[in-house]
């Protein structure tokens, strides 16, 4: 599975972003997906997961209702809307792809080139 991840950009604190994330092979569908991002001197952080159908979403505590995972397989897209940014969102987001559960941070093994998102206060 290759991913693009786009949507980045700068913004104001209070705005919004949706973030894309195409992939490429025909089991997209079979793949949890998973949102992470790292802020300048700071470890890589997971943000949000997907189950394969979409059923079922996990978010970081940070994100809890102001982002929102979903996903579109018949166009192999994962997305991530983010609302009500704050500078502390400021980072590199990367989509990733595993076959697991998305109650588990690890085990992702496809990840993306990552799209700057920056939020200025």
């Known amino acids: 599975v290759q991913l693009q991840a786009s949507g980045g950009g700068l913004v104001q604190a209070g705005s919004s972003l949706r973030l894309s994330c195409a992939a490429s092979g025909r089991t997209f569908s079979s793949y949890t997906m998973g949102w992470f991002r790292q802020a300048p001197g700071k470890e890589r952080e997971f943000v949000a997961a997907?189950?394969?159908?979409?059923?079922?979403?996990y978010y970081t505590d940070s994100v809890k209702g102001r982002f929102t995972i979903s996903r579109d397989n018949a166009k192999n897209t994962v997305f991530l809307q983010m609302n009500s940014l704050k500078p502390e969102d400021t980072a590199v987001y990367t989509c990733?792809?595993?076959?697991?559960?998305?109650?588990?941070?690890?085990?992702?093994?496809?990840w993306g080139q990552g799209t700057q998102v920056t939020v200025s206060s």
């Open positions: 990733a792809a595993k076959v697991g559960p998305i109650s588990t941070m690890s085990g992702y093994n496809y």
């Open positions: 997907i189950s394969w159908s979409g059923s079922s979403t």
